[in-house]
């Protein structure tokens, strides 16, 4: 009885309704034609062989293509996994992995051909503190953003020191977001990490890659009397293109006195980077490099700009190797007491090896009173 209800129901409903219940038909003549292009398309021996006629090209090809020079391997080495391996154990976050920076590979491989424990020592690492979450939005930066991040860990300063100490590296880089929500933009908590740091460990050696403090002098004071032995804070850019690559709270001078202001607190080595490739020309870098002279910046490094995604400003050039070279002879005879340039090249880019070797143990006076009188012998227009 049911059955011949059920029957009786659908009989009642109307053609047209219940075409509409089903699915589109495929027209024979659509796969005909999906056939033939398939048929009159690239056959598997010319895939394979790379001799197809016609490419597909996906992405702007109105933009730079990216050149040989800064495609880099895949990291590998005894010093590079056992760093990597010590970070996991240790609850230790770096800006080198979370950066993706490219020259991973080198700062942790430390001193080819050394023994684990000596290419350790001689490796460089960036811990970053207070969170990962940034009160300023540049433009050429792909860290995160908020107005209100999250409340500083107390207990930070501690733990990093014990993890430091523990590690076993001869010298540490540490840096962090900007902090514009607190009242002293971090620079206690900073400090403090710093401190620690060199109890536990005396013999590493500390570069701090600050911010700017929100142009608060009175806070670049506290972190550059912490013990530190590098103070470090990039001016990014050439003035003219500040306004346009930084947060409109970093102007250019706030940070030329972020760094005389470390200088004059006794700091032995400040330091600062420049990236290339975002619209500068000859004259405003050279009026950058005349600037940081002139407030005593000792180290400078150039780098590439590499646009990290879509949403952030374009590269305007990629600049030759070639360039990067001239710039760092420039810089030189100008006086810094160390350059490092390259497309790859960062702002902490094997710091611990070189600040070891050539600055810090006491390697870098000689070199650098010949390049002062070098700078004198320079043309008025590059020495002044």
Known sequence: MATIL??????RIPVTAACRTLATASSSSSKQNFSQVLDEGPSLDEFISGKSQERVVLGNT???RLPSFLKTSIPTGAS??????????????????????????????????ATPEEGKRAATATI????????????????????????????EPENTAEAISRWGLGYIVMTSVDRDDLADSGAHHFAETIRKTKQKAPQIL?????????????????????????????IETVEALTPFVRDRRATFRQSLKVLERAKKDGVRVT????????????????HALRELRNVDVDVVTFGQYM??????????????????????????????LYVASGPLVRSSYKAGEYFIENVLRGKGSERKSQNLIAQDSLPNELSS
Request: hydrophobic share 30%.
């Open 271 to 286: 330091k600062t980077s420049i990236m290339l490739g975002v619209g500068e020309n000859e004259e405003q870098i050279m």
């Open 206 to 234: 500390v570069e701090a890659l600050t911010g700017d403090m929100g142009g608060n002098l009175d806070m670049v004071s506290v972190v550059a009397k912490s013990g530190l032995d590098v103070y470090a804070h990039n």
């Open 307 to 336: 646009r990290p995604t879509k949403r952030h400003m374009k590269v305007d050039r990629y600049v030759e190797p070639a360039e990067f070279d001239r710039w760092k002879e420039v810089a030189e005879s100008m006086g810094f």
């Open 80 to 113: 590079f996994n056992g760093i990597k391996k010590d970070l996991r154990g240790l609850g230790l976050h770096t800006v080198c992995e979370e950066a993706r920076c490219p020259n991973i590979g080198d700062c942790w491989g430390g001193k080819e051909g």
């Open 128 to 155: 970053m503190l207070m969170g990962d979450t940034c009160t300023r939005g540049c433009r050429f930066c792909s860290v995160k953003t908020s107005k209100a991040p999250p409340p500083l860990d107390p207990h």
């Open 6 to 11: 059920r029957s009786s129901r659908l009989a």
């Open 62 to 64: 109105n933009t730079p």
